[in-house]
């Protein structure tokens, strides 16, 4: 046997049990303790999304706005287990990391506008990134929103990711520790150290959709005259044309807004040009790049919509939400806490865990209304109230007796229709009970026996 070969096989195995992101990120050869200046590239830069995205386009704020309160009106609480059951869990009231997630900036910051904040950036970029402040008797004091502007995931050998670089034109400022960050991220599957957010990917129909606005809102500034052209054939010195131009434009705009027809004189003549087949169709086209904008952000278009405005159609939209939107920050967010905020052994054992509730958010509560009242139904079916609970998700707990399955009776079968036969009816559709089978006939001396009078002896 080969001696080197033998000396360098515990070497190899030590290194292939290392999270190494190399081969992830595409082949980047990353040194064996690691180097800040190989930065990933991090995509479109976050104030570029922001200032021409969100605050530029109303579909763009509308969708971060609507999914990042949805995702701060959470209420976020420790669960430990209770029993080897899926629903054994039950809160951790005394546990101290419940009062981080409520106020996770004290008095500085509301949980509300943390939990905004790391949503927004979340939908935004793709990464939300909050930093942990040591201190207090637990070692973490507040937990400190932080924007993806300029930071960029260090790729480790050995650890995956050993921290967070500032960097300012091209120079690496500072270094944060992996494990002061908690970084929740919509996966890019080229990058596994930074996300890729929804408005990103929708960036390009925002940039269409505003420079339609911007179009449509420019012919209104003009009176919604079509381009033209002023024609002077005696016209021939620069200075006099130029001078006559701004005159001309003047005029044009004032008489446009006011809907005057403009007087010329000499041999002037007006030559419209007018809008193009293309044109014309821009203001249509806007609806098109609104879909293209919310279906990257899980969201339905009903929701923006007038055309389906009924309360139905608005349920199904906001749990459309929920569901694809929403939820999947909501889900990224919770992973990233219970990565960060539970150790080791809470992890390994699964005693422990962080999760949200959305119980007291109104839309979930009309849902839950809508549910109870179902199940009153389903029962008479012959589907079992414990069943039930579990079927709707509920969130109660199984009672003694609820396995047991009832049938509303008084139905008639179509074979016993046919023959001429009824059911027996129940008593809840009948206030008259239910025919009983009749007694023996008694003697015809207790028949005929009269009241208070005892019958004549045998």
């Not at 070692?139 to 480790?156: A, C, D, F, R, T």
């Not at 008084?410 to 089978?437: H, I, K, R």
Request: net charge negative; aromatic share 8%.
């Amino acid at each position: 046997m080969n001696l080197a070969k033998a000396l360098a096989a515990p070497r190899r195995l030590a290194l292939l049990q290392k999270a190494n992101p190399s081969q992830a990120l595409g082949g980047i050869i990353i040194p064996n303790e690691g180097s800040h200046s190989q930065t990933i590239n991090t995509g479109t830069d976050p104030d570029q999304l922001v200032l021409k995205g969100w605050k530029a386009n109303v579909w763009a704020y509308t969708c971060v706005k609507r999914l990042a309160s949805c995702a701060a009106q959470a209420f976020w609480r420790v669960e430990e287990r209770t029993g080897p059951g899926e629903k054994d869990w039950e809160p951790k009231a005394d546990d101290w990391r419940n009062k981080l997630l409520a106020y996770p900036m004290a008095e500085k910051l509301s949980g509300f506008e943390v939990f905004f904040y790391w949503a927004a950036w979340l939908a935004i970029k793709g990464n939300g990134l909050l930093r942990k402040t040591p201190g207090g008797e637990n070692g973490i004091l507040e937990l400190v929103p932080m924007s993806p502007k300029n930071i960029s995931p260090v790729p480790s050998k050995g650890d995956w990711c050993s921290g967070y670089s500032f960097v300012e034109n091209g120079i690496v400022l500072w270094n944060v520790p992996a494990d002061e960050i908690i970084h929740a991220r919509l996966p890019d599957p080229m990058d596994p150290l930074w996300g890729y957010g929804m408005l990103e990917a929708a960036f390009p129909y925002i940039e269409s959709d505003s420079a339609s606005a911007k179009l449509r809102r420019d012919n209104y500034a003009n009176g919604g005259v079509p381009p033209a052209a002023i024609v002077d054939e005696d016209l021939t010195d620069p200075k006099q044309a130029a001078e006559q131009a701004a005159a001309m434009q003047l005029a044009f705009r004032r008489n446009a807004k006011s809907r005057v027809p403009m007087l010329m004189g000499g041999k002037k003549t007006l030559l419209e040009f007018g809008f193009s087949p293309a044109d014309m169709e821009i203001p249509s086209d806007r609806e098109l790049t609104r879909d293209e904008i919310v279906a990257a952000f899980g969201m339905h278009p009903s929701m923006f919509s007038n055309d389906s405005a009924t309360y139905d159609n608005q349920d199904a939209a906001i749990r459309y939400a929920y569901e694809n939107g929403a939820g999947e920050l909501l889900a990224v967010m919770r992973e990233a806490l219970n990565l960060a905020l539970l150790t080791k052994e809470e992890r390994e054992s699964d005693s422990v865990y962080i999760n949200f509730d959305l119980s007291q958010i109104p839309f979930f509560r009309r849902q839950r209304e809508a549910k109870i009242d179902k199940m009153s139904t389903a029962m008479r079916s012959g589907i079992s109230r414990n069943d039930l609970v579990n079927l709707y998700d509920l969130g109660l707990e199984d009672v003694e007796g609820g396995d047991v399955a009832f049938v509303e009776s008084g139905l008639t079968l179509l074979s016993e229709m046919a023959e001429g036969s009824s059911s027996v009816p129940a008593a809840s559709f009948n206030p008259f009970p239910a025919p009983q089978p009749k007694p023996d006939a008694m003697p015809d001396d207790v028949q005929d026996a009269k009241p208070n009078e005892a019958p004549p002896p045998a």
